[in-house]
């Protein structure tokens, strides 16, 4: 197995919906944390992406030496307990996926940021205490607690995406509600995208929780 493709999205951009899509394409996803089905070793279901990320990535120089097997990732970043991990936001780190694994693609999921910034907003305490209280890139300690915050900080991580990957062919953006979306990304990756819809839903709000 070989990585295929890596998804750049923030958290709350789809990322649940798009991992149940490329599962059902026939991939080996990791979503934010590895599952049992998805553990080379037993020991290891419940890791976090991002901290497996980070260790392959100063151990060894390759992110994904500790996910063997793994062919996509749908969401990456984690902030929990004091720890702030974003690897989709280490560009240096993303330069090192590319050396290590010739031929992957990156996709950003994405919604309008005040979507966005709304459904942090609703889901658990991401937006009213983990943000401001953690150190994020582009969001330092303290910021993040408003919409105009958070909102110039989501804009900005997709900007900076937009210019890492500019006139590159291996880079696709889609916003989560566009009904064009699964047949954009089954052409980019050249693989047929049976399934879309929207999981994880908020039952006050009916946003995706991811």
Do not use: C
């Amino acid at each position: 197995m070989s990585l295929v493709v890596v998804n750049l999205g923030l958290p709350k951009s789809g990322t649940t919906t798009l991992a149940k899509a490329l599962r059902l394409s026939g991939l080996k996803v990791a979503d934010h944390r590895l599952r049992g089905r998805n553990a080379a070793d037993p020991g290891m279901k419940g890791a976090y992406v991002a901290e497996l990320m980070y260790r392959g990535y100063f151990e060894t120089g390759d992110p994904m030496a500790h996910l063997p097997g793994i062919e996509a990732i749908s969401e990456m970043s984690m902030l929990r307990e004091g720890q702030s991990l974003w690897p989709q936001m280490d560009f240096a780190l993303l330069l090192r996926l590319q050396e290590a694994h010739p031929g992957v693609k990156f996709l950003a999921s994405r919604r309008d940021s005040f979507a966005l910034s709304q459904s942090m907003l609703a889901w658990s305490n991401l937006a009213t205490v983990r943000l401001p209280a953690n150190a994020v890139p582009g969001l330092p300690v303290g910021y993040g607690e408003t919409t105009v915050e958070r909102r110039q900080w989501i804009d900005g991580h997709y900007d900076a995406l937009r210019r890492f990957f500019a006139h590159r062919d291996d880079f696709l953006e889609f916003d989560i509600s566009d009904p064009e979306a699964p047949s954009r990304i089954g052409a980019f990756l050249g693989r047929d995208i049976p399934w879309w819809g929207k999981l994880n839903a908020n039952p006050m709000k009916s946003e995706e929780k991811v």
